[in-house]
T-cell receptor, first 114, second 113 residues
């Protein structure tokens, strides 16, 4: 199993550009989520999905879109990048049947918006 | 409104001694608490969890204590090893929120040889 994979690892954008951060998992997990990590702020939930075709907003959804057409994939779209979106982005997945084992995280995408 | 707080940004201990990382929360509806460990340039990895109906959970060198009346939990690492040097995040789950987690700010633990 590859677990949770994220591409790209690094990305530099100019203000106003759009892009998609890719996330895939091969563990057949129903629940997937996107977090951003900023210094001194821990991880904040952007969007999450409890299954294919179902998505919902987290704490900081503005400026981001998601879709979940398959169980495996959960891409995050930045519609019009802003410097405030400079961050490290993590995708995570879990079975959703209990939190005891927590969520599995991908290695992250470091995004810089100039 | 920061519902999960880790007030110590950093902690430094000697190898072999105990490391104690602390976490406070405000929402009494949290039903599960988790600790994650994160190395630079990697994603967080799950370490240990505790249900709100328990006050202690142990896994090898790692023990988590929960004090519900104080809304406080702590992670004890005994004995500490240099490989434990990482950022530790406390996280909490609302019972009604499926698998949504609320994270603290993180504490950088440094274990000196």
């Amino acid at each position: 199993n590859a677990g949770v994979t994220q591409t790209p690892k690094f990305q530099v954008l100019k203000t106003g550009q759009s892009m998609t951060l890719q996330c895939a998992q091969d563990m057949n997990h129903e629940y997937m989520s996107w977090y951003r990590q900023d210094p001194g702020m821990g991880l904040r939930l952007i969007h999450y999905s409890v299954g294919a075709g179902i998505t919902d907003q987290g704490e900081v959804p503005n400026g981001y879109n998601v879709s979940r057409s398959t169980t495996e994939d959960f891409p995050l779209r930045l519609l019009s990048a802003a410097p405030s979106q400079t961050s490290v982005y993590f995708c995570a997945s879990t079975t959703g049947t209990g939190p005891a084992r927590g969520q599995f995280f991908g290695p992250g995408t470091r995004l810089t918006v100039l | 409104d920061q519902q999960v707080k880790q007030n110590s940004p950093s902690l430094s201990v000697q190898e072999g001694r105990i490391s104690i990382l602390n976490c406070d929360y405000t929402n009494s509806m949290f039903d599960y608490f988790l600790w994650y460990k994160k190395y630079p340039a990697e994603g967080p990895t799950f370490l240990i969890s505790i249900s709100s109906i328990k006050d202690k959970n142990e896994d090898g060198r790692f023990t988590v204590f929960l004090n519900k009346s104080a809304k406080h939990l702590s992670l004890h690492i005994v004995p500490s090893q240099p490989g434990d040097s990482a950022v530790y995040f406390c996280a909490a789950r609302l019972g009604t929120s499926g698998s949504r987690l609320t994270f603290g700010e993180g504490t950088q633990l440094t274990v000196n040889p």
